[in-house]
């Protein structure tokens, strides 16, 4: 009788699954969104922002994939079965109307009525080559012995850094149960409010856009780690970057972050070698992680923190998918908010003496958090994506995003008045920046930028 119960639970479990979560609507386009809070009021580089969306720098966006390439019965790129080889090369985009621009694309997301008019498209791929086979098993079909992709992918990499203010690198790995074309137009997006400073990288791979394939997507995201360890050495040896950021979405959390343990783990002993593996990884950032509290906590113990300058934890109470998952698995998510019964006297102490290189933030109460399941925050949440991209864009720490810490247990979260904090913030730091002159303001905020009115809102 247990036993049926339990298989009775279970199903009632997948059930759930197939209504509450999953990554993506439409496995093949994307729905553009709204600005990030932090950008919405400010004056936007006109050049970059009256570009035609088709037309990114470059032609396109760069990728590296482990997915395999589509047979000839299939559409698309690249399908959801793994290959041996982590192929990269540069996407096309495309969008319903050609001439559309991402000020008008915001202008319809305000008005609202962006959804059936004008989604974003992957229209086409060139494949460069190979980075890396990850094992001699099995044929991958991938012909470049001489290390031609590599040289043209550095290259392309490398002509993005020339153009850029900051040679910073910045790598988005998504979640489950999507396919290829989602993580291309996700970064397109991303890239678009970074202002297309350095160059961004799609890291697309092998999860399939069906509710039923979540744990086989799961073990992909934790076991082809491998090769995102492999991409993050390339950059770091290959080309000109000066810093790499990481930005890990829903189940591809668990492969960033069994990356980074692994990178600490090569690193034992040689923890001040300046050209240790991940010596330019910067921000590492962890997005409605559906990652097990307790695997993370032994990554802890393994020694994690020290893989890269800065590890961003957002977390939410208001995650449904999470809540799935959780009863799925038997276990709960790191990307679920602790309450504080949960938060032990050790992980508070952690949080408390190194803030300087963990940030726990409670993303509960931010704006539009709730959305639909309340799984995509990173880019429902104007407030979320807005301090997600001023956390890439300037490096700041939190308290100069906004953000308060409660001194008691480390953690940080969005104010009620979040955004007069912003408005304040802002003034003060381009009147300082532009001031002196700064490099460090990116083209998509140059020093004619208008700081946050006290509220978005009337």
């Not at 991303?190 to 400073?197: S, V």
């Not at 799935?324 to 908010?337: D, E, I, P, Y």
């Not at 933030?361 to 880019?379: C, K, M, P, Q, T």
Request: neutral net charge.
């Amino acid at each position: 009788m247990t036993a049926s119960r339990n298989v009775l639970s279970l199903g009632a479990v997948l059930s759930m699954l197939l209504v509450v979560t999953g990554c993506a609507s439409d496995p093949l386009a994307l729905k553009i969104v709204g600005a990030p809070e932090a950008l919405n009021h400010g004056k936007l580089n006109a050049s970059i922002d009256a570009q035609p969306i088709s037309e990114l720098p470059g032609g396109g966006m760069l990728y590296a994939t482990d997915r395999a390439p589509v047979v000839a019965n299939e559409s698309g790129f690249y399908g959801g079965g793994r290959s041996q080889a982590l192929r990269v090369g540069l996407a096309k985009l495309e969008v319903g109307d050609s001439d559309l621009t991402w000020e008008k694309a915001r202008e319809i997301s305000i008005l609202k009525n962006k959804a059936a008019h004008y989604p974003l498209r992957v229209t086409g791929v060139e494949e460069f080559g190979a980075l890396d086979r990850r094992t001699p098993l099995t044929e991958d079909g991938v012909n470049d012995e001489a290390g031609a992709g590599r040289a043209r992918f550095a290259e392309a990499i490398n002509e993005r850094l020339a153009q850029s203010g900051q040679k910073d690198v910045f790598i988005y790995v998504h979640g489950y149960k999507v396919v290829f074309e989602n993580p291309v137009l996700v970064s397109s997006e991303l890239w678009h409010f970074l202002g297309y400073e350095g160059a961004f990288i799609a890291f697309s791979w092998p999860s399939t856009p069906r509710s039923t394939a979540y744990f086989g997507d799961i073990d992909a995201a934790a076991g082809m780690a491998r090769n995102l360890r492999e991409l993050i050495e390339f950059v770091e040896t290959s080309t000109n970057a000066e810093r790499i950021h990481i930005l890990g979405y829903s189940a591809g959390t668990r492969m960033v972050a069994r990356a980074m343990e692994q990178i600490a783990l090569i690193n034992r002993g040689r923890e001040t070698d300046p050209k240790r593996l991940g010596h330019k990884l910067e921000n590492v950032m962890l997005v409605s992680s559906d990652i097990d509290r307790d695997v993370f906590a032994a990554y802890l113990a393994d020694g994690i923190l020290g893989s890269q300058r800065h590890l961003v934890i957002y977390g939410s109470q208001r995650d449904r998918a999470l809540q799935v998952s959780s009863a799925v698995t038997g276990h709960k998510r790191l990307g679920s908010m602790m309450t504080s019964s949960e938060l032990t006297p050790a992980f508070r102490r952690l949080l408390i003496d190194n803030r300087d290189r963990i940030s726990y933030i409670n993303v509960s109460n931010a704006e539009d958090i709730a959305l639909d399941n309340g799984h995509g925050y990173f880019r429902s949440s104007p407030w979320v994506s807005g301090d997600i991209l001023m956390k890439l864009a300037y490096r700041l720490p939190p308290e100069e995003r906004g953000l308060v810490r409660d001194p008691a247990t480390g953690i940080l979260s969005f104010p009620p008045d979040y955004l007069q904090r912003m408005a304040a913030i802002q003034s003060v730091a381009f009147a300082a920046q532009c001031s002196n002159q700064s490099a460090n303001v990116p083209k998509a905020l140059g020093c004619d930028a208008k700081p946050l009115p006290s509220s978005s809102k009337n």
